[in-house]
């Protein structure tokens, strides 16, 4: 047993959680509603193979094979919930031209998508050339600057409109033009009045950062390069810059930091839970920070115990990124991943 899963079983084991809690809890996940605002991506996986050097310059020649489409950013978060069986609302810009056909098909009513969009705004959207399995180039498509004033208050009334349909509420901001500071501020106002849980979920655009923004929420996560950012340390350790970023963002519940192959700090008012990644052999790593995180809202509850959660979604994570892009997980497939993992753990059954 490695040493990962020696420290998960004293966790579940101190918590007293059993393999039938576990995976009635992933049963269960369908129960959740909930309501995703934020920047949407597009990922583009490309196979090409390897034809090999140019004549006249020293240029790689690659022949395309195929191309897959994956939803990303705040579509990613939509897909990872409704898959489930998670009842599920995006609110976001899309495009009108472009691969809005492609996304639809992703989508085939799995969940409700509320798109906005404006005049030469794209979608945004990331190509990843794979070339004979290694990742040779990435090209982007975006436009970054914010929204028009009249589609925020578009996207202000509807959000309050729908709000009252869903418990639990995720922004996922990845710093691609709409979520600019005047609309969090009215979404954070809109969703502490309607006393609704808010998670947040915001990402380093280029070397900026807005964590700032979201003074007062419910969650928050970060890794730990926008952890020491944002506090603009990079000599402490990270638990003592994540309790120190808890309380100048006075949140409300948690933090959480995320260690990639090393795990996870979960910090709360009071104390913090250090969890080990589980070791698996890592295909794609991409998307599995939104699993992760999409996996904890969906099995956190007013009186759940937080390494259950933890587990469950480090489970969820870390089977992703055994799978090439950024596919959801499924219900089935998490169970049987997670049979396997608790095969080799000695926790009690019922």
């Known amino acids: ?8 079983e004293k966790l579940l084991n101190k918590s007293k959680i059993s393999k039938k809690e576990i995976l009635n809890e992933i ?21 090409c193979t390897a034809l090999g050097k140019t004549s ?41 031209f472009g691969n809005l056909k492609e996304i639809k098909k992703i989508i085939d009513r799995k969940f409700k998508v509320k798109i906005f969009s404006e005049i030469n705004r794209p979608t945004t959207s990331k190509e990843r050339f794979w070339v004979d399995g290694y990742k040779l180039l990435q ?12 589609t925020e208050k578009k996207i202000i009334i509807y959000f309050e409109e729908q709000i009252k349909n ?12 709409m979520m600019s500071s005047r609309l969090i501020k009215k979404i954070i106002n809109i969703t502490k009045k309607n006393k609704k849980l808010l998670f947040v979920d915001s990402q380093i655009n280029s070397s900026e950062g807005n964590l700032q923004n979201y003074y007062g929420v419910d969650i928050v996560s970060a890794n730990e390069r926008e952890l020491r950012m944002f506090m603009k340390n990079q000599k402490n350790t990270v638990e003592y810059l994540g309790r120190s970023m808890f309380k100048k963002l006075k949140l409300k519940k948690f933090l959480i930091i995320s260690l ?3 795990g996870l700090i979960l910090f709360t008012k009071e104390d913090k839970i250090n969890f ?10 991409i998307g599995s920070g939104d699993t992760l995180l999409s996996f904890f809202l969906l099995t ?7 390494v259950l959660s933890l587990f469950i979604s480090s489970c969820a994570a870390a089977h992703s990124t055994t799978i090439m892009g950024t596919k959801p997980v499924s219900k089935k497939n998490l169970i049987n991943f997670v049979d396997n993992v608790l095969n080799n753990l000695n926790i009690k059954n019922d």
């Open 1 to 8: 047993m490695t040493d990962q899963l020696k420290t998960i």
């Open 27 to 47: 049963q269960s996940l369908d129960k959740n509603n909930v309501l995703i605002v934020g920047d949407f991506i597009l990922d583009i996986y490309t196979k």
């Open 56 to 96: 006249k310059t020293p240029t790689l020649s690659v022949k395309k094979i195929s191309s897959d489409f994956f939803l990303g950013g705040s579509g990613l978060f939509a897909n990872l919930t409704s898959t489930v069986g998670a009842k599920t609302q995006l609110i976001t810009i899309l495009s009108k």
């Open 139 to 150: 090209v982007d498509i975006l436009e970054n600057h914010h929204l028009m004033n009249k």
């Open 166 to 177: 869903y418990e639990k509420i995720i922004i996922s901001d990845s710093r691609h033009g």
């Open 260 to 262: 990639a192959d090393k």
């Open 276 to 285: 080990p990644a589980i070791p698996v052999n890592s295909i794609d790593p």
């Open 300 to 306: 956190l509850k007013k009186s759940n115990n937080l």
